[in-house]
């Protein structure tokens, strides 16, 4: 866990909340109505406020610096704040995914949860932004595409990845597995 703060009893504190939260809503509510007692203390926000100086803020929405995506001047259309949640699995606003009304539906329950995730960075079914291949750098490979009651789906194994290697550029292995990596160390240590 990353030490926002250099502050032991807030920290402490911060762990605690956060082991509670594991578990149920009613932990996560404790916890969070226990945080928000915690900062209703005006010494104890002064004292946040001053283990946070320093610290660079940047927005998930604009990627610039000086303040969050709940603040993002991007985000402003026609006067009003677009904060609504979106969804992972069918893209819409107003809710996330454990809330999806097409999480409850019987047709969806026999299907594949993967297959209905939408990724955040291209914007395809299939697939999260962390498993994305644009996102990542891989090369993608044209594939058969076949029609199905989920929609469109790969007939070879979609999962399958091409690993690009760091170090030479090459394709088909990673840094760990490279050859020329063995020859660079061998040449530093001459």
């Known amino acids: 866990m990353k030490i926002l703060h250099r502050d032991p009893k807030l920290h402490a504190q911060r762990v605690a909340a956060i082991k509670k939260a594991k578990g149920t809503a009613e932990a996560r509510k404790r916890a969070s109505d226990s945080v928000k007692a915690f900062f209703l203390d005006p010494e104890n926000r002064r004292k946040r406020s001053i283990a946070m100086k320093g610290v660079r803020f940047y927005c998930s929405?604009?990627?610039?610096?000086?303040?969050?995506?709940?603040?993002?001047?991007?985000?402003?259309?026609d006067g009003s704040l677009?904060?609504?949640?979106?969804?992972?699995?069918?893209?819409?606003?107003?809710?996330?995914?454990?809330?999806?009304?097409k999480l409850r539906s019987s047709e969806i329950k026999t299907r594949s949860i993967k297959a209905l995730r939408n990724c955040r960075t291209c914007g395809r079914?299939?697939?999260?932004?962390r498993t994305c291949r644009?996102?990542?750098?891989?090369?993608?490979?044209?594939?058969?595409?076949?029609?199905?009651?989920?929609?469109?789906?790969?007939?070879?194994?979609?999962?399958?990845?091409?690993?690009?290697?760091?170090?030479c550029q090459g394709k088909g292995h990673n840094i760990r597995t490279c050859s020329n990596r063995n020859k660079n160390v061998q040449m530093h240590k001459d």
């Open 125 to 129: 079914s299939g697939h999260n932004s």
């Open 61 to 77: 929405n604009c990627g610039r610096e000086g303040h969050r995506r709940h603040y993002c001047p991007e985000l402003l259309k």
């Open 82 to 101: 677009v904060r609504k949640f979106k969804c992972g699995l069918c893209g819409e606003r107003g809710h996330n995914r454990k809330t999806c009304y």
């Open 134 to 167: 644009t996102a990542n750098g891989v090369e993608e490979t044209v594939k058969p595409v076949v029609e199905s009651k989920i929609g469109l789906i790969s007939s070879e194994g979609s999962n399958r990845r091409i690993h690009i290697c760091s170090l």
